[in-house]
């Protein structure tokens, strides 16, 4: 049965369990953004960070390690504490921790310390992450639509807004009263959304064909040890891998491509990965509506051949504009990939499934821009860039090849 039929089939349920599914709608979006917001605002603030803490480049980087280490090895317990606690639990737990942690950095004074309190900010992040994630992949089942975008989209706005923001106080507000600022939003959001969240429960879903099948969360649980459903999972956490990389490489690198390569002004340079960020978000907007049409497996193959295509025009073309129009094409076809792959992988699996296909996805982030370093030393930076394009084809083979899986669903 194609999924648009589907979802026509299981939106139709009237009532209290509609009421309640839009409601943890809202409030998951809510947290979704709060998560974008709170992690761009730190983001901001890493030079004055850095000048005060005293660290030199090489000393910051390895203390900027602290973020990705605590998030990769949280992850994967996480989902454990969602499968035993309930993901909506854990959210609000990790959400408070977020918040607070956000604070520690600039209260530091040497690299070392900055590293360490970054270990708590990451595994704070990485926890929310796969939280808020097993929690929407239960919601999506619960709708019967496709609407997962939606959540990583509010992501994306909660970060530009954050950047935005961080870029208008930079000038007039301390980095230790910024980052409480945030401190003071993060708590007030969690408690008024996490109070709501807390109360919010995410019912069974229709039966798919009549026959009193179980709920979602049994029938993983009953397939938790099943090897070709771990397969699976590590699959669509490759297809994560991939399109992550592509998002890492051009926060780090596009912007130099643009100035030493093509020789565009600073200015003009900086807008390139606003172009692809700008699209990314436009694309995750339109993704329910994309997915409805579409269906997954289509969407992944389309997003990734778009993807390819958008990056080869941004890595190799001669003219500004025109790798300017590469990265955003680059942006709205790897915009809804990442949040296919960690639907699908926690429709297979539940949290477990969420936090192997998050920390392979962010493993890909973390390894995009060091790949693309050494392989501008090797080769050259657009030549690098390319490899963007290349891992994009991947996940858009690799989608063609699980087409069947992905368009029968768990």
Same mark, same amino acid.
Request: charge should be positive; hydrophobic fraction near 50%; include cysteine.
């Given at each position: 049965?194609?999924?648009?039929?589907?979802?026509?089939?299981?939106?139709a349920?009237?009532?209290?369990?509609?009421?309640?599914l839009?409601?943890l709608?809202?409030?998951?979006?809510?947290f979704?953004?709060?998560?974008?917001?709170?992690?761009?605002?730190?983001?901001v !603030?890493i030079?004055?960070?850095?000048?005060?803490? *005293?660290a030199?480049?090489?000393?910051? #980087?390895l203390?900027?390690?602290g973020?990705?280490?605590?998030?990769?090895?949280?992850?994967?317990? &996480?989902?454990?504490?969602?499968?035993?606690?309930?993901?909506?639990?854990?959210t609000?737990?990790?959400?408070v921790?977020l918040?607070?942690?956000?604070?520690?950095?600039?209260?530091?004074h040497?690299?070392?310390?900055?590293?360490?309190?970054?270990?708590?900010? #990451?595994?704070?992040?990485?926890?929310?992450?796969?939280?808020?994630?097993s929690?929407?992949?239960?919601?999506?089942?619960?709708?019967? !639509?496709p609407v997962?975008?939606s959540?990583?989209?509010?992501?994306?706005l $909660?970060?530009m807004?954050?950047a935005?923001?961080?870029?208008l106080? /930079?000038?007039?507000?301390?980095?230790?009263?910024h980052?409480?600022?945030l401190?003071v =939003? $993060?708590?007030?959001?969690t408690?008024?959304?996490?109070?709501?969240?807390l109360?919010?429960?995410?019912?069974a879903?229709a039966?798919?064909?009549?026959?009193?099948?179980?709920?979602?969360?049994?029938?993983?649980a009953?397939?938790g &040890?099943d090897?070709?459903?771990?397969?699976?999972?590590?699959?669509f *956490?490759?297809?994560?891998?991939?399109t992550?990389?592509?998002?890492?490489?051009?926060?780090?690198?596009g912007?130099?491509?643009?100035?030493?390569?093509?020789?565009?002004?600073?200015?003009?340079?900086a807008?390139g990965?606003?172009?692809?960020?700008?699209?990314?978000t436009?694309?995750?907007?339109?993704?329910?509506?994309?997915?409805e049409?579409? $269906?997954l497996? !289509?969407?992944?193959?389309?997003?990734?051949t778009l993807?390819?295509?958008g990056?080869?025009?941004?890595a190799?073309?001669p003219?500004?504009?025109a790798?300017l129009?590469?990265?955003?094409?680059?942006?709205? *076809?790897?915009?809804? =990939?990442?949040p296919?792959?960690?639907? !699908?992988?926690?429709?297979?699996?539940?949290? *477990?499934?969420?936090?192997? /296909?998050?920390?392979?996805?962010?493993g890909g982030?973390?390894l995009?821009?060091?790949? =693309?370093?050494?392989?501008?030393?090797?080769?050259?930076?657009p030549?690098?860039?390319?490899s963007?394009?290349v891992?994009?084809?991947?996940?858009?083979?690799?989608?063609?090849?699980?087409?069947?899986?992905?368009?029968?669903?768990?």
């Amino acid at each position: 049965m194609p999924i648009v039929n589907k979802a026509r089939k299981h939106n139709a349920v009237p009532g209290r369990r509609g009421h309640d599914l839009v409601r943890l709608r809202v409030v998951l979006t809510v947290f979704f953004a709060l998560d974008g917001f709170v992690f761009a605002g730190w983001v901001v !603030r890493i030079p004055a960070v850095k000048e005060q803490t *005293g660290a030199s480049a090489s000393a910051l #980087g390895l203390a900027l390690l602290g973020v990705s280490a605590g998030a990769v090895v949280t992850m994967m317990l &996480t989902g454990r504490l969602c499968g035993r606690y309930g993901s909506h639990r854990v959210t609000v737990v990790c959400g408070v921790l977020l918040s607070l942690s956000v604070a520690l950095p600039p209260l530091t004074h040497s690299a070392p310390a900055l590293g360490a309190v970054l270990l708590v900010f #990451g595994a704070a992040y990485g926890g929310i992450n796969v939280a808020f994630n097993s929690a929407a992949v239960d919601l999506v089942a619960a709708l019967g !639509r496709p609407v997962m975008p939606s959540f990583h989209a509010a992501f994306s706005l $909660g970060g530009m807004i954050g950047a935005g923001l961080g870029g208008l106080v /930079a000038g007039s507000l301390s980095p230790t009263r910024h980052l409480l600022g945030l401190t003071v =939003i $993060g708590l007030v959001v969690t408690a008024v959304a996490g109070r709501v969240l807390l109360r919010c429960e995410v019912p069974a879903p229709a039966d798919r064909d009549g026959s009193g099948a179980r709920p979602p969360r049994e029938e993983r649980a009953a397939r938790g &040890t099943d090897a070709r459903t771990r397969r699976l999972v590590v699959v669509f *956490g490759l297809i994560a891998l991939c399109t992550a990389y592509g998002e890492g490489a051009l926060a780090d690198w596009g912007a130099l491509h643009l100035e030493e390569d093509l020789g565009a002004r600073p200015g003009v340079a900086a807008a390139g990965y606003t172009c692809f960020a700008l699209a990314m978000t436009i694309g995750r907007l339109t993704g329910t509506r994309l997915l409805e049409r579409l $269906g997954l497996s !289509r969407t992944v193959i389309a997003g990734g051949t778009l993807a390819c295509a958008g990056m080869l025009l941004g890595a190799l073309s001669p003219a500004v504009w025109a790798a300017l129009l590469g990265f955003a094409v680059a942006g709205l *076809g790897l915009a809804n =990939i990442f949040p296919i792959a960690v639907e !699908r992988a926690g429709a297979l699996a539940g949290p *477990g499934g969420v936090a192997t /296909a998050s920390t392979l996805g962010y493993g890909g982030m973390l390894l995009g821009p060091p790949a =693309i370093g050494f392989m501008a030393d090797w080769f050259s930076l657009p030549a690098a860039l390319t490899s963007v394009a290349v891992l994009a084809a991947v996940a858009a083979a690799i989608g063609y090849g699980t087409r069947r899986v992905t368009r029968a669903g768990p």
